[in-house]
């Protein structure tokens, strides 16, 4: 039995779960609306104020749905309740984030300024220059956007300049010894 797959979802006050066939759920809090189309081996029923998953059979495929499943659920009531945020954080001399009207604008070491606009559910807040806060109702969303934020340039090992996730800790190298290094 899948221990998280088994647990009910509990949904607070204000928050809206349907069930439409096909399993597609559909959940509307304050924040938002989500909807998502699940596995149909898997039976979703909401009874109150709880959201139960069930799967009918024990094959090693069903089982991986059905705690999957619970969790995707789990996260699309959450952010839709509080929402998601991550912090993505720069370092480096002249590196700096700034916004302009919806967009990230970064100077990032390159001869040009690195652009990124808002999304429609995805926003972007910069309470600093070294500090960029990417929120939003879908998780999946908000970790992919703040991924490709990073992407523009990953943290280097040897200085440790670069965007980095808010608390990521940066393996460092040691820089190649000189002609008169001792051995």
């Known amino acids: 039995m899948s221990r998280i797959g088994i647990k009910p979802i509990s949904v607070p006050a204000g928050v809206d779960v349907t069930v439409a066939d096909g399993n ?10 989500l909807t998502q189309k699940y596995d149909t ?30 969790t995707l ?17 720069i370092e480096g001399i002249g590196y700096r984030a700034a916004k302009q ?27 600093n220059p070294n500090q960029i806060i990417v929120k939003g109702i879908d998780k999946q969303k ?15 090992p040897y200085k440790g300049k670069g965007i ?3 608390g990521e800790h940066i393996i460092r190298k040691e820089g190649k010894a000189g002609k008169g290094a001792k051995k």
């Not at 104020?49 to 619970?70: I, M, P, Q, W, Y």
């Not at 009207?101 to 309470?127: A, R, Y």
């Not at 908000?142 to 280097?156: D, L, T, W």
């Open 101 to 127: 009207g919806s967009n990230l604008v970064m100077n990032l070491g390159f001869s040009h300024q690195v652009i990124i606009p808002e999304t429609e559910d995805i926003k972007i807040d910069v309470p």
């Open 164 to 166: 980095r996730y808010q």
């Open 24 to 33: 597609v759920v559909t959940v509307k809090g304050a924040k938002g609306t």
């Open 142 to 156: 908000v970790g992919q956007f703040a991924c490709e934020i990073r992407e523009k340039r990953p943290p280097e």
């Open 41 to 70: 081996r898997l039976t979703i029923t909401v009874d109150g104020s709880e959201v139960k998953v069930e799967r009918h059979s024990e094959n090693r495929a069903d089982k991986s749905l059905h705690g999957l499943t619970r």
């Open 73 to 89: 659920i789990s996260n699309m009531v959450e952010g839709v309740t509080n929402g998601y945020t991550k912090t993505l954080e």
